[in-house]
């Protein structure tokens, strides 16, 4: 069970990343551990705006979806750990090393998705991650990630 006092919640992911609906994938995180891990929530919805192409008869979500909800979290991890203004930083996902697709991810189905460091060099981050449905592993990859200054409004 997740101690509710470690729950990071809706507010605060929008606090921590740029990310908006219909691209946020995290909904909420738990088990944060400074610089080195975080859990991600997605609970996938029937409404999902990519489910009415893919596929209309069998929807299933994209893996390309389940890599990026898994970067979010690394993402979320990397700005709770440098303790990141958005206002003024950016977090960029730079490379995907290997992702595997192992089963399909379906309306009413909560992905859960634990996200590890593996490297901190230089503010470039490497992460291995897992997606989740009930215990059982649909998705894992490795990725990385690094911040930068977010650039000025063009006037």
């Known amino acids: 069970m997740t101690d509710l006092a470690s ?4 507010d605060e992911i929008l606090m921590r990343l740029p990310h908006r609906f219909p691209f946020l994938l995290v ?3 738990h088990s944060y551990v400074e610089g080195e891990s975080i859990t991600g929530i997605k609970c996938v919805s029937a409404g999902e705006p990519y489910f009415q192409g893919h596929f209309p008869e069998n929807p299933v979500m994209p893996g390309v979806l389940m890599i990026e909800a898994l970067a979010q979290t690394g993402a979320l991890l990397m700005s709770k750990t440098l303790d990141a203004d958005i206002s003024n930083t950016v977090i960029l996902f730079i490379g995907v ?3 595997r697709f192992r089963k399909p991810v379906r309306p ?3 992905l859960e998705m634990p996200v590890r460091v593996v490297a901190n060099r230089r503010g470039l981050f490497r992460f291995e991650g897992d997606a989740l449905v009930n215990g059982v592993k649909v998705a894992d990859a ?3 990630a690094t911040s930068a200054q977010r650039q000025g409004e063009a006037s």
């Not at 729950?7 to 809706?10: D, K, L, R, T």
Request: net charge negative; no cysteine.
């Open 7 to 10: 729950v990071i919640g809706p």
């Open 27 to 29: 909904d909420r995180a």
């Open 97 to 99: 090393d290997r992702a």
């Open 108 to 110: 009413g189905d909560v």
């Open 142 to 144: 490795a990725f990385s």
